[in-house]
């Protein structure tokens, strides 16, 4: 069984930058599109970006687009989620998973950013 767990998140002011990591146990994860997700408060869970095997294609929400980048490192079964110029409205909850959602949810990282 795979294991996610995401890390990184804090507390943050508009325009400021975090990078979130997702550790990826149990099995390679090289062989997934993979993702990130992000859940607000109230709302459901929403796409925040993907990334392709061998990261070569990215994909990002218009939300997050020219603001946040989307790597990984396969050999350490890690990926990352580069986040600038945050804004309150991306305060939620972070979670990483393959791009169709196979794995079991990780706890996410909290990401909190004051206006």
């Known amino acids: 069984q795979v294991q996610l767990v995401e890390s990184g998140g804090g507390l943050v002011q508009a325009g400021g930058s975090l990078r979130l990591s997702c550790a990826a146990s149990?099995?390679?994860?090289?062989?997934?599109?993979m993702g990130w997700f992000r859940q607000a408060p109230g709302k459901a869970r929403e796409f925040v970006a993907r990334?392709?095997?061998?990261?070569?294609?990215?994909y990002y929400a218009d939300s997050v687009k020219g603001r946040f980048t989307i790597s990984r490192d396969n050999a350490k079964n890690t990926l990352y989620l580069q986040m600038n110029s945050l804004k309150p409205e991306d305060t939620a909850v972070y979670y990483c998973?393959?791009?169709?959602?196979?794995?079991?949810w990780g706890q996410g990282t909290q990401v909190t950013v004051s206006s």
């Open positions: 149990g099995r390679t994860f090289s062989s997934y599109v």
């Open positions: 998973n393959t791009d169709d959602q196979d794995f079991r």
């Open positions: 990334i392709s095997w061998t990261g070569g294609r990215t």
